[in-house]
């Protein structure tokens, strides 16, 4: 017998709202990239660092290593401003080796994916345990030394974080140039997904896909396409799991407590919009744990169900450890998409890598 339930009746009013607002929401707003900010830690801020030995400054890059190893950290300078009010956070994110209980239940794995270009791509997922600690907020005036860290424990994949976004904006601007350039009949073929986990495709997609090849497709540019993804989620799995930054951002963004409990009763993930272009180039001068390497900016823009909610832009270099830790972003700036409301900006101001290696 079905019944009708209040959860039913919800469920069905909250469906027909999404729809309503897709069909007759407002007209999509220009994308304009947040703005870095480069602030200095307000004297709260630096008067608690020195009393608990949180160093903010000062770089000790790995010596030739790509892997995480236990000790690698790096901490974050959070500010978020509306018009002249100041509020600071610091965020420390340390690898560390995992407990007999996480050894047990989770494994390394790895799959093949197979493109339609007839090449593979072997994925792979290495559990590291990530140790977030969140202080603050620190503001002028208020004396901040009893302020205590909040601590969180999470697993992340170090393969999702070792793929970053360095090479994410040249291949989305070579996407770009792609889509111009191929016929109707290419694109209905590129734009459906490349891969399938489990078999082969089939011979004449292959063959029509290889034109992806002679459009300058390489195998590299396949794994940067299949491995954004996984490595924004990785990175905001960080982001998330730190102490109190949901309830930051969800300030920034124009997302409502409605908003929220749909997304968490649906499961569902924010959606992120890249205009397909790699954002201007950043002046290395204010970026110094980047060292000699041009730092690239990022923007996108992050949706929930058809709504926009908030704007980023990430500054990004290759996540050498330890900036393995946040994938290589050294910075974000956020905003709401019709700028108004508060500014939050989140850069790395120092870092040092381990010593001991992870198993």
């Given amino acids: 017998m079905n019944v009708i339930t ?43 660092a020195q009393k608990n030995g949180w160093y903010l400054s000062g770089v000790v890059m790995a010596d030739g290593r790509t892997n995480a190893q236990s000790g690698d950290e790096v901490i974050a ?12 956070w610091l965020i420390r994110l340390r690898m560390e080796d995992m407990n007999e209980d996480e050894k047990g239940s989770y494994q390394a794995v790895s799959w093949p994916v197979h493109v339609i270009t007839g090449r593979v791509v072997q994925m792979s997922s290495s559990p590291r345990v990530m140790v977030s600690e969140v202080v603050g907020p620190f503001k002028a005036g208020d004396d901040g030394s009893g302020l205590r860290p909040k601590s969180a424990r999470s697993i992340v994949k170090e393969e999702y974080l070792r793929a970053g976004f360095y090479r994410l904006g040249p291949w989305f601007s070579k996407w770009h140039e792609i889509k111009q350039r191929a016929s109707e009949e290419e694109k209905a073929l590129f734009l459906r997904p490349w891969w399938s986990d489990n078999k082969p495709h089939g011979e004449e997609v292959v063959r029509r896909g290889r034109k992806l090849i002679e459009y300058g497709v390489t195998s590299e540019d ?33 997302m409502t407590y409605f908003d929220l409990a749909w997304n968490f009763m649906l499961r569902r993930n924010p959606d992120p919009k890249f205009d397909g272009r790699e954002g201007p180039g950043l002046n290395a ?16 823009r992050m949706s929930v169900f058809g709504k926009e909610v908030i704007d980023f832009n990430l500054a990004v270099v290759p996540p050498r450890p330890p900036l393995l830790n946040t994938a290589g972003v050294l910075g974000m700036a956020a905003k709401r998409p019709s700028g108004k409301g508060p500014h939050l900006m989140v850069r790395l101001i120092s870092a040092k890598a381990g010593t001991t290696a992870a198993p």
Wanted: with cysteine.
């Fill in 6 to 48: 209040p959860r039913f009746v919800f469920k069905l009013v909250s469906c027909w709202l999404v729809v309503a607002g897709l069909c007759f929401g407002k007209d999509e707003v220009p994308y304009v990239a947040p703005e870095f900010r480069f602030s200095e830690p307000l004297a709260e801020t630096v008067a608690w």
């Fill in 77 to 88: 300078l959070a500010e978020l401003t509306e018009k002249e009010r100041r509020k600071q």
């Fill in 222 to 254: 396949e794994q940067t396409y299949l491995m954004h993804w996984p490595a924004l989620e990785e990175f905001f799995q960080c982001m998330r799991s730190a102490p109190g930054i949901k309830t930051v951002v969800f300030e920034v963004s124009d």
């Fill in 285 to 300: 001068v204010n970026w110094p744990l980047a060292g000699n390497i041009p730092v690239r900016s990022l923007p996108y």
